[in-house]
């Protein structure tokens, strides 16, 4: 036996090496390092008389699973094997409940389940990542949109259905202002203010949210066909389907947020400059305002698709999972922004 363990252990060290060498710097390493450690753990008390044995008894069943990686187990190991941030994580999932435990180790199993078929990780990639946790996250974030949506419509077409469609057509554009400002004001305070993402105050601050932007888009919607509102609705829906497509994909969008804010802000100040010119000297050139918006688009096509993969996790920026609101918040106004954007691009054109 100790022959096969001094063999084990070897052959645990170069497969660790290995994935270190095939996925540099990923979080996702160490988890591959935890695996390989309980397999070692598993040789060492003679459960099994290999380390492949571990694999190819105790892949894809979850009771099996939850022999090899009992939680408890888990504080049982040589520490100086995990670095000091996975130290924090076993001790957090220590205290959890059950169907919280079998929810950490499914996400452990899953993530360095492509070993268990001796199958080499492809040059650049890591270990496929599931995290059952998150889901009910990102449910919550998509319902809240979702309500939030479902309210600024109804608010659109009973300004747009009755009478008040020509008190926002006369004077909307006070309306408008105070929806701006008022928008722009919540966007730094839950950004800034962390009381603004926890109950009850994340939940006033997306009511206030709705209330803005619902007075912005009956502000602009009232100056358009409902035809061109119809058109301008099923194309953002197209957009923000294939945004989130592109969300799902392997690429990192978020690695350049920076970057994309930089440009975003040099752009508004750009757009600022133009507005106030054309403004003081009292005309309107419509090519340039189509082209704005074009650019326009496209940015907040990209700061859309930022924000998904966010939400969803995975990436270089995450939201936490106490962040909801905040999401909700971010993927609700660029929706809307998206959809009145497409809509006065649509009403440049057909004029």
């Not at 060290?13 to 160490?30: C, D, F, S, V």
């Not at 919280?100 to 899953?110: A, L, P």
């Not at 993530?111 to 998150?134: E, K």
């Not at 659109?156 to 057509?169: D, I, P, R």
């Amino acid at each position: 036996m100790t022959s096969t363990l001094d063999e084990a252990r070897f052959e645990v060290q170069n497969e660790i090496k290995t994935t270190e060498t095939k996925i540099p710097k990923k979080k996702n390493t160490t988890v591959v390092k935890i695996h390989e450690i309980l397999k070692l753990d598993e040789v060492e008390k003679e459960i099994v008389p290999t380390v492949d044995t571990v694999d190819n008894t105790k892949v894809n069943n979850i009771e099996r699973d939850s022999e090899i990686l009992d939680i408890m187990d888990l504080t049982e190991l040589n520490y100086s094997h995990i670095p000091k941030h996975d130290k924090h994580n076993v001790n957090k999932n220590v205290g959890r409940s059950e169907a919280k435990q079998m929810s950490w180790m499914r996400e452990y199993w899953v993530q360095a389940n492509i070993h268990a078929h001796a199958q080499p990780l492809p040059p650049g990639t890591t270990p496929f990542t599931y995290a059952p946790d998150r889901n009910s996250f990102v449910q919550l974030v998509f319902f809240l949109v979702l309500i939030m949506l479902i309210v600024t419509s109804s608010f659109v077409y009973m300004v747009y259905a009755s009478e008040l469609k020509e008190t926002f057509q006369t004077s909307g554009f006070l309306f408008g202002i105070i929806g701006m400002v008022g928008i722009m004001a919540l966007s730094y305070a839950m950004a800034c203010i962390p009381i603004t993402r926890i109950p009850p105050c994340n939940f006033i601050c997306l009511m206030l949210a709705v209330f803005f932007m619902s007075l912005i888009v009956a502000w602009i919607t009232a100056r358009y066909e409902t035809p061109l509102i119809f058109v301008a609705l099923m194309s953002t829906t197209v957009v923000v389907l294939v945004c989130l497509a592109l969300a799902c994909s392997s690429f990192d969008f978020t690695q350049f947020m920076l970057y994309l804010v930089a440009v975003s802000v040099a752009f508004m100040a750009v757009v600022m400059i133009i507005m106030i010119t054309q403004m003081a000297m009292g005309i309107v050139y419509k090519p340039l305002h189509i082209f704005i918006l074009v650019i326009g688009t496209i940015i907040q096509v990209v700061f859309l698709i930022m924000e998904l993969q966010m939400i969803l996790g995975g990436k270089t920026v995450e939201l936490s999972e106490d962040d909801y609101a905040y999401g909700a918040f971010m993927l609700y106004t660029s929706i809307v922004n998206l959809f009145l954007n497409i809509l006065q691009l649509l009403g440049f054109i057909d004029e």
